[in-house]
């Protein structure tokens, strides 16, 4: 809120100044506030003189004392401005004004950070969506963790998200067709007959295990079968049973998905072959040695695609771009897809045939998450025997948590390796920083019950004196608790799910800082209340946070 005010002050500060002539019209800049590092700079800062400066020449603390000249700030919002450096503009914020975001907290209770400015316009969310030949490895993970988070931050900001799980089980993909070869001649073995497992086929033990249970399920009614009918038979069968398992990993984890949409739907529909004809009919494809290419070179990508194989078999991009029409057409206002890293050469082919379909660009975005790399302590932790080439997201689950898991998938941008500690996210102490963001919060609960046995009663938010709050503890925890709405703000449009991670850290290490230096019931009961009132709000703030990353907020640790 604080941050809104001085953007839209310092914007109309730019306007007037230029109306006046004191700065060129043609000087256009964007007006930005950070949180300065050392708090002796103050609250918020911004450097919108420093790009006006190198715009027209000027110096930039002239520039900075111009647009203070003609700044008008809502009154109580600040105590103090200064400009600094080679041309900071600094705020500190008023002490009444922070007093009144632990009012705002209170009033608002959780729907403190909820804002409209998604107009109640419509977003179709596409992540993990793993091939159905395996378990969910924990790399899918990360991109459950930032994908669920990502949808939570979407609806606060007042969009109606869907939430989609695509099944990539199109008979006609590679890795599927490796998958059923490999399934039947496990399936073989355990009959007692004599067959090999491809090279390139799936080493996992975990297919071992899923022909066992097959035979168990089944028998050899399989066997008779000519050997298409029987690949095709048995990876109907086991599809299932993976698919069944990928839900209930993502229930374990947490994620809900609204729709689980099967890409064989789009060939048993007809869609790939009319998407294909739109394609054409457009004039965005041609036929050249046999096949059916795309003109992505038209639309922004380096070099043309298939689109149709020489042996008349789709390929993997006309599935996509028929899927994706589908999407469009079910009318989504915006798509957000989420792949892993092994996808990041489909992203111009993909987006290129989206727009070639006649569709708006910016109203599809995709994004890359990073792989994730296991440790205990400084050892790496080497891949699962029994996966394979995969390390299982269940396993990692059973081992530290749905919590530390999620916790520990979203403290970095997606777009950077992830290195998790095994050992650090099990870990019962500070240095665990999942762990000491809810220990904040058992505190929290911990200190309200005391209270009650006392026989302290939690003081209304209406007759509280918080002018009793004059600390430089609890006025800096306050500060915290008004970063929340800019911060959910910008982690759901910037699509940085890693800032929550980092607002409940911040917003912890404040609490835990406050209580050390200010007691919360002593012999002053105008102060106990003011204080009372403060940490509820840093609860309700705190469970927020925790609520949008999917993490619980226990009230006993």
Request: charged share 25%; with cysteine; aromatic share 8%.
């Amino acid at each position: 809120m604080a941050k809104e005010l001085l953007i839209q002050a310092l914007s109309e500060a730019l306007t007037r100044a230029q109306t006046a002539g004191d700065i060129p019209e043609n000087a256009a800049a964007e007006v930005e506030l950070q949180t300065p590092r050392d708090p002796r700079h103050g609250d918020l800062s911004t450097g919108l003189a420093m790009v006006i400066a190198s715009e027209t020449g000027r110096p930039a603390r002239e520039v900075a004392e111009t647009l203070l000249r003609h700044l008008q700030l809502p009154e109580g919002l600040v105590d103090d401005i200064s400009v600094a450096g080679p041309g900071f503009v600094n705020f500190t914020l008023s002490a009444a004004w922070l007093r009144g975001i632990v009012r705002r907290v209170l009033d608002q209770g959780e729907r403190y950070g909820r804002s409209e400015v998604g107009g109640g316009r419509s977003l179709l969310l596409e992540f993990v969506s793993a091939n159905p030949t395996g378990p969910l490895a924990v790399v899918q993970g990360r991109a459950a963790a930032v994908g669920d988070t990502l949808a939570n931050l979407f609806e606060r900001i007042g969009w109606r998200v869907s939430r989609e799980y695509y099944v990539n089980d199109a008979t006609n993909s590679t890795q599927v067709q490796r998958f059923a070869e490999t399934l039947d001649a496990r399936y073989l073995q355990q009959l007692g007959k004599d067959a090999s497992v491809p090279e390139d086929g799936y080493q996992g033990e975990y297919v071992v295990d899923m022909a066992a249970e097959l035979v168990a399920a089944e028998g050899d009614r399989y066997l008779e079968m000519p050997h298409a009918e029987r690949l095709t038979a048995l990876y109907e069968y086991c599809l299932r049973q993976i698919v069944a398992s990928h839900k209930r990993d993502m229930l374990a984890f947490g994620v809900e998905f609204d729709t689980w949409f099967m890409e064989s739907s789009l060939h048993e529909n007809d869609e790939v072959a009319r998407a294909m004809e739109a394609l054409k009919e457009a004039g965005h494809s041609y036929e050249a040695d046999g096949a059916v290419w795309l003109r992505a070179t038209e639309l922004g990508d380096e070099q043309d695609h298939v689109l149709i194989r020489s042996d008349g078999r789709p390929s993997y991009l006309a599935g996509d771009i028929a899927y994706h029409k589908n999407k469009f057409e079910r009318g989504f206002d915006r798509l957000i897809d989420i792949w892993g890293p092994d996808h990041q050469g489909h992203v111009k082919r993909t987006k290129a045939g989206v727009q070639a379909l006649g569709y708006d660009a910016s109203r599809f975005e995709i994004l890359i998450h990073q792989i994730v790399r296991l440790f205990r302590g400084s050892e790496m932790v080497r891949m699962s025997k029994r996966a394979g080439d995969i390390v299982p997201l269940a396993g990692l689950v059973e081992d530290v948590g749905p919590d530390a898991a999620r916790f520990f998938f979203l403290m970095q941008s997606m777009d950077s390796q992830l290195d998790f500690d095994l050992e650090l996210a099990k870990k019962q102490a500070n240095e665990n920083p999942v762990y000491y963001v809810q220990y904040a919060h058992a505190r929290i609960c911990s200190i309200l019950r005391e209270a009650e046995e006392r026989g302290v009663r939690l003081p209304q938010p209406d007759a509280v004196n918080l002018d009793r709050l004059e600390a430089p503890d609890e006025l800096g925890l306050a500060r915290k608790l008004g970063d929340l709405p800019d911060e959910i703000q910008q982690a759901a449009e910037r699509c940085e799910t890693h800032r929550m991670t980092r607002c409940a850290r911040e917003l912890g290490a404040a609490f835990h800082s406050f209580y050390t230096n200010c007691r919360v019931l002593n012999d002053d009961a105008e102060l106990t209340a003011a204080r009372l009132s403060l940490v509820q709000a840093v609860r309700t703030t705190l469970r927020i946070v925790l609520d949008i990353i999917g993490v619980s907020a226990p009230e006993k640790m």
